[in-house]
């Protein structure tokens, strides 16, 4: 069974500060897929990322980071400077190899307030 | 990007009746979509899953009597909430897959009263 967890329910921060999202998946697939979304308050999914279990190499894309460990299973979301426009709900989600049923496991969600 | 509307985007029923969902992608063929199940504060959770032209599968715990879902083309599936109660009070959200990729909607408030 596949099983997502973020530990931090609720994070706080002023603007400008970095702030880390943690993801930890658990999974018997030796091929699966990570991603992070973040939901606004209007309720819409927006993707941010997908990463493939054989692609390690951590992305940087703008001010977010993403850093993959296979070795701690897990797949942490570093947003650096932050912005008041970054507060949301993050989900991490995972799924298995896209050739099979491709359903999402999704962690519960990481709440962050971003203050001025 | 690939597009995926639902439609309504916001619904207010009374119990005992039934409401419809319409999920669709608007340029792309979804030979899957999936329906997912948000209460306040909470994650999403996978309702079911179906595929144009059979029948849904869905998750445990769901019942497949009550949440009636139809997949009849590869653009359109439908959600219809039979039977609703203030418990089925939820975010409604779709997603397609097109090959591997998967596209959600914007999602549909349902409030039972």
């Known amino acids: 069974a596949q099983k997502v967890t973020q530990a931090q329910t609720e994070i706080s921060v002023v603007e400008k500060e970095d702030v880390t999202l943690d993801c930890v998946y658990e999974?018997?697939?030796?091929?699966?897929?990570l991603f992070w979304y973040k939901q606004p308050p209007s309720g819409e999914l927006v993707f941010l990322i997908r990463?493939?279990?054989?692609?390690?190499q951590n992305e940087i894309s703008g001010r977010y980071s993403w850093n993959f460990q296979k070795s701690t299973s897990s797949f942490n979301f570093t947003i650096t400077a932050s912005q008041v426009v970054d507060s949301a709900v993050y989900f991490c989600a995972l799924s298995g190899p896209r050739e099979a049923n491709s359903k999402l496991t999704f962690g519960k969600g990481i709440t962050l307030s971003v203050r001025p | 990007g690939a597009v995926v509307s639902q439609h309504p985007s916001r619904v207010i029923c009374k119990s005992g009746t039934s409401v419809k969902i319409e999920c669709r992608s608007l340029?792309?063929?979804?030979?899957?979509m999936f329906w997912y199940r948000q209460f306040p504060k909470q994650s999403l959770m996978l309702m079911a899953t179906?595929?144009?032209?059979?029948?849904?599968?869905?998750e445990q715990g769901v019942e497949k009597d009550k949440f009636l879902i139809n997949h009849a083309s590869l653009t359109l599936s439908t959600l219809t909430v039979t039977s609703a109660h203030p418990e089925d009070s939820s975010f409604y959200i779709c997603s397609a897959q097109d090959y591997y990729e998967q596209y959600f909607g914007p999602g549909t408030r349902l409030t039972v009263t």
């Open positions: 340029d792309f063929q979804a030979t899957t």
């Open positions: 179906s595929n144009e032209g059979s029948k849904a599968t869905y």
């Open positions: 990463r493939n279990s054989f692609d390690e």
């Open positions: 999974t018997r697939d030796t091929t699966y897929y």
